[in-house]
């Protein structure tokens, strides 16, 4: 038995295809560009690249793997995103993507006015930010009234890939309750007051749980990709989603924290938990919910970092593991590109604050590996703010490489990190979904192969300069709005 799970990404797209044991048998990686038409904006064009990318890793894989074999097919996807469609499926503009696209911002300012901040909170669980999808629909309807006039359906990434192999028009429940203000949390269905005032000519899709199977392979599909006709397709999620079961997070108290370009937190709640600072959803099951959080930069710095001084960041983590725990007394406010989660500020900007002439570049970058520790810590104190407390922490992605970073982050936090046997992402969740709904059981899949322990002696070290941190940040914010409309 075979499982095949492909993920759709910002800047690539990944396939792997499992056995029941959970082991890899292929894997495959395609990179793609975003488009940004104007500052400020970021969008994907779905055929082009979120179904071509299908294409193309499916026709890598069928080079070693027989796909006529495939047992089941889980898809996920960057999320959450507007992709406008005629109703036949077929887009009528370009996908805008996430938090990342801020082009709605007066659509936020007056949607939550319209809905009201206490109403969006009690049934979304969310206030809006660049983040959500209604304010983005209704910025469609306003500037581009011929686009919206064609409009009839609504997909994220993985619902239109869903679409194209099963003809299917349905979305997962977490995809959907992190689309604001469009799913009500507590009756864990749609808000229809909020689809009438973003998006009153918009057909609802169908909702389903990401491992549920929605459809099979069309013949059309199965022709075109390899696929045998009527594979079992389940509903798909979210990459990050996706992501955080790949690595066993399924019990309350599990979070996965994502060490990548940017970072993101997502920890698996028994009920829905609402915060001002934090992002609420549902969960993968109809028994859980989760509360998330993300980082605007992480990686993003370290890679600005080295090539501002010329080397690689290879380099600059050697030269930051020399450098003593709090860069001698060296804080970097980590907000390069604003800052998301519990800030809410895409006025925010970066800072070191403590430089002096005996800083060199080792300080410098082990400052920002620690700055974006105490990012993780402030978002995890909100997290406990909101009565959600972690129980244990799974690091991933490329920045858990050598481990000093994720060694950072522990000791800054005081909680340990179970790394993962495989760490390949979200593919292999949407493989292990697929596998779920064959009945597999997928218990044994990724154990844990490593945990790290915070270090104890540098714990008043972190504790004094979290205070830094956190203090910093309320001192410099006017200044900082006032330099982010002078910048680049």
Avoid at 1 to 10: A, E, F, P
Avoid at 82 to 88: E, F, S
Avoid at 255 to 266: A, D, Q, R
Avoid at 405 to 431: E, H, K, N, R
């Amino acid at each position: 038995m075979t499982y095949l799970g492909v993920d759709i990404g910002t800047g690539s797209s990944k396939a792997v295809v499992t056995d029941a044991d959970g082991n890899i048998l292929a894997s495959a990686t395609r990179p793609h560009p975003t488009s940004s038409p104007r500052p400020g904006w970021f969008e994907h064009d779905a055929d082009d690249i979120w179904w071509a990318d299908f294409r193309g890793l499916v026709a890598e894989l069928r080079r070693t793997i027989p796909l006529h074999d495939i047992d089941a097919v889980g898809v996920s996807g960057i999320g959450p995103v507007a992709l406008l469609a005629d109703a036949d499926g077929r887009p009528v503009r370009s996908a805008i993507l996430y938090g990342i696209d801020t082009r709605a911002q007066e659509e936020v300012r007056e949607l939550t006015q319209v809905l009201g901040r206490d109403a969006l909170l009690e049934r979304t669980g969310n206030l809006l930010t660049s983040q959500a999808v209604g304010p983005k629909l209704l910025w469609v309807a306003r500037h581009e009234p011929e686009v919206q006039a064609r409009a009839r359906r609504w997909y994220s990434a993985s619902s239109y890939v869903v679409g194209r192999l099963t003809a299917e028009y349905v979305i997962d429940h977490y995809t959907a309750s992190t689309s604001d203000p469009l799913y009500d949390l507590i009756a864990m269905d749609w808000w229809p007051c909020a689809w009438d005032v973003t998006a009153a000519s918009i057909e609802r899709p169908r909702l389903a749980w990401p491992d549920e199977v929605v459809g099979t392979v069309i013949p059309a599909v199965a022709q075109e990709t390899g696929l045998r006709v009527g594979t079992p397709v389940v509903a798909g999620t979210i990459d990050a989603m996706a992501e955080s079961y790949s690595v066993g997070c399924r019990n309350v108290g599990d979070t996965m924290v994502m060490y990548g370009s940017t970072l993101f937190f997502i920890q698996t709640v028994a009920h829905p938990t609402a915060h001002p600072g934090l992002w609420a959803a549902t969960g993968r099951t109809t028994e859980t919910f989760s509360i998330a959080a993300g980082m605007a930069t992480s990686g993003l710095v370290t890679t600005w970092l080295a090539d501002v001084v010329g080397t690689d960041v290879g380099t600059l983590f050697e030269e930051a593991a020399a450098v003593a725990p709090g860069s001698d007394g060296l804080v970097l406010l980590p907000y390069f590109a604003g800052e998301r989660t519990p800030l809410f500020d895409p006025e925010a900007r970066g800072c070191w604050i403590g430089l002096t002439l005996g800083h060199r570049r080792g300080h410098l970058i082990r400052s920002a590996l620690e700055g974006v520790a105490y990012g993780v810590r402030h978002n995890i104190e909100a997290m406990a703010e909101a009565g959600a407390t972690p129980g244990r922490l799974v690091a991933v992605g490329g920045g858990t490489r050598g481990n000093l970073w994720t060694q950072i982050v522990s000791d800054v936090t005081g909680l340990p990190q179970d790394l993962p046997s495989i760490t390949i992402g979200a593919s292999y969740g949407d493989a292990r979904m697929a596998a779920d709904a064959s009945g597999v059981d997928t218990d044994s899949w990724n154990p844990v192969a490593h945990r790290l322990r915070p270090r104890i002696e540098t714990a008043d070290t972190y504790a004094a300069l979290y205070g830094v941190y956190r203090r910093s940040y309320l001192a410099l914010r006017d200044d900082m709005h006032l330099l982010a409309r002078r910048s680049v």
